[in-house]
C-alpha cells in the first residue's frame, strides 16, 4: 500500500506527528469516524477527503462513516459518543467542530472540551485525529477577521499546541484557508453581481442600461477572474469544500503524487514511474499508447473544478502527469479513451500536462472524469445507507427493546459493507488508451 501501511504503522495510538513530515494517519483495515458539526453533515469536504483516499490507495481496505449533525459543539457530540461515533467501532476518529462553539466558548474552555474528547476516542480504543474548523468567508483577513473569524482563529492556535502536547495528528485548515478566501471575496462577489445583472441588462427602461451591457458584454471577453465558493459564509459550497479537503490532506500528509509518464513521439523512448505503458505506437504525426496507473487522481466533482483557479494545493495532490516529446510545432488533440479531452501546442504537450485537468470537449465525459464521477457517485450512495443506520442507532440508543432498529441496524450494516465494497471497485485502476494526433485545419 503506497507509503500507507508500513510507515503508519509505527505511530502507535499516541505517538507524535511531526509537523514537518507528517504520516498520513489512515491505515489498511481502518474505520474512520469523521465527526463534526453541519459542515461536515453537507457531505461535500467530507465525501472529497473519502473518495482521495479510495483513489490514491486501492489496494487497501478501509471504511469512512459520516458523523456530522448541524448545529454541534464538542459537548453536544460528546453526548451522541457512544451510538453515533462509537458504534462504529471506529480505529479512527476525525473531530472537525469549533464553528458552533465558537458563538459562546472561551478558547480555554474549547480546548477543555476537546481534551476530554480525545479521551473519549482513546477509551472507544481509537486514534484520534483534529481539525481545525473552517474559516466563516466574510471576506476579513487573518490580520483583521471578523468577530467569529477571531475566535476561530484562537481555537486553530490552541489546537496545534493543544495537538502537539497530545501526540494527535492535526489539520489546520484555518489558516491555510482564511487569506485566500478574503482575497477572493471582492472578485467573489462581483461574479455574483454579474450573474444577477444579466436579467436586468434586458430592460430597456432602465437608466444606463446600455453601460451596462458594455459592461456584460466585456465581462463575457474577458472574465473577471475569481471563484464563487457557492453556499454560504459558514457553509461552503463545492468549489469552496474541495479547497478544505485538500487542505486536511495536505496538512495530514496524504501522497500527492499519482504517476507520470513521459513518451516520444517517435514511439521510441518511454520513461514512467507509477504506470505502465504499453502498446506505444507513433503514425501520421501523432503517438498512440495505453497506460495502467496504479492509483487514480483526485476525484474532483463536476460543480467543484472552478477551485483549481484558486488552489493549487489540490493539484499538488495529484500529480497525474503527461509528458509528450518530439511533435512538430502545431496543434494536436488529445484523447483518451476515444473522446477528445483538450487541444494543445507541441510545446505544451512536451511541458507536461496534469491530467488531473483534463476534461471532455463534448458531452461524454473521458475514461478519467467518468471514474472520478464514478468514485463519487459511489461515496455518496453509501453515505445515504450510513445516515440511515445513524437514525436506527439512534433509537436503539433510546429503547434497547426497540426491535424493528436493531434488525435494520444488521441490514443496513450489511448493504454498507457491500456499498464500500462498491467503491474499491470504482476506485481500481484501468488501462486508458490515449491517443495524440495533429489538429486538422
Not at 120 to 146: C, H, I, M
Not at 162 to 183: G, M, N, S, T
Amino acid at each position: 500500500m503506497r507509503c500507507l501501511c508500513s510507515m503508519a504503522f509505527l505511530l502507535g495510538i499516541a505517538a507524535p506527528v511531526p509537523a514537518a513530515e507528517p504520516v498520513f494517519p489512515l491505515r489498511d483495515g481502518d474505520v474512520w469516524v469523521m465527526a463534526g458539526d453541519s459542515i461536515t453533515a453537507q457531505h461535500l469536504h467530507s465525501n472529497y477527503f473519502e473518495a482521495f483516499c479510495f483513489a490514491r490507495y486501492p489496494k487497501a481496505k478501509f471504511a469512512f462513516r459520516n458523523s456530522g449533525v448541524g448545529g454541534h459543539t464538542v459537548p453536544t457530540t460528546l453526548s451522541r459518543f457512544e451510538y453515533d461515533v462509537a458504534a462504529w467501532k471506529p480505529t479512527i476518529v476525525s473531530v472537525e467542530l469549533g464553528m458552533n462553539d465558537a458563538n459562546n466558548t472561551s478558547a480555554d474552555a474549547f480546548i477543555k472540551s476537546m481534551g476530554t474528547m480525545v479521551e473519549r476516542v482513546r477509551k472507544a480504543q481509537a486514534r484520534p485525529v483534529v481539525l481545525s474548523a473552517s474559516p466563516v468567508n466574510d471576506g476579513t483577513f487573518l490580520a483583521k477577521p471578523g468577530t467569529r473569524n477571531q475566535r476561530l482563529a484562537e481555537y486553530a492556535a490552541a489546537l496545534k499546541e493543544f495537538c502537539e502536547k497530545e501526540r494527535v495528528p492535526y489539520a489546520d485548515q484555518f489558516h491555510a484557508l482564511i487569506d485566500v478566501w478574503a482575497k477572493n471575496k471582492p472578485r467573489e462577489k462581483l461574479l455574483t453581481a454579474i450573474a444577477d445583472l444579466k436579467p436586468v441588462a434586458a430592460d430597456d427602461s432602465i437608466a444606463g442600461v446600455e453601460q451596462l451591457r458594455a459592461f456584460l458584454a466585456a465581462q463575457e471577453k474577458t472574465p473577471a477572474t475569481g471563484v464563487n465558493l457557492l453556499g454560504d459564509p459558514v457553509h461552503p459550497g463545492a468549489p469552496g469544500q474541495l479547497m478544505m479537503a485538500a487542505a486536511l490532506l495536505k496538512q495530514l500528509g496524504a501522497d500527492g503524487f499519482v504517476s507520470t509518464a513521459a513518451v516520444d513521439a517517435a514511439g521510441e523512448r518511454v520513461e514512467a514511474k507509477g504506470c505502465l505503458i504499453s502498446s506505444l505506437k507513433a503514425a501520421d504525426g501523432g503517438v498512440s499508447f495505453d497506460r495502467l496507473d496504479e492509483c487514480l487522481p483526485f476525484p474532483i466533482a463536476d460543480d467543484a473544478r472552478p477551485a483549481l483557479a484558486l488552489a493549487p494545493d489540490v493539484l499538488a495532490l495529484s500529480q497525474y502527469t503527461l509528458k509528450v516529446t518530439g511533435l512538430k510545432d502545431g496543434d494536436y488533440v488529445l484523447k483518451v479513451g476515444g473522446v477528445a479531452s483538450g487541444r494543445f501546442t507541441a510545446k505544451q504537450l512536451a511541458e507536461g500536462l496534469n491530467l488531473t485537468t483534463v476534461v471532455s470537449e463534448g458531452k461524454k465525459a473521458n475514461p478519467i472524469v467518468a471514474q472520478m464521477r464514478a468514485i463519487l457517485d459511489a461515496v455518496e450512495d453509501k453515505e445515504k445507507l450510513v445516515t440511515q443506520w445513524r437514525s436506527n442507532s439512534q433509537k436503539v440508543h433510546n429503547n434497547k427493546n426497540d426491535k424493528k432498529a436493531r434488525e435494520a441496524l444488521v441490514t443496513l450494516g450489511a448493504r454498507i459493507e457491500d456499498a464500500d465494497a462498491k467503491i474499491r471497485e470504482a476506485a481500481k485502476p484501468q488501462t486508458l488508451h490515449f491517443e495524440i494526433v495533429p489538429e486538422k485545419n
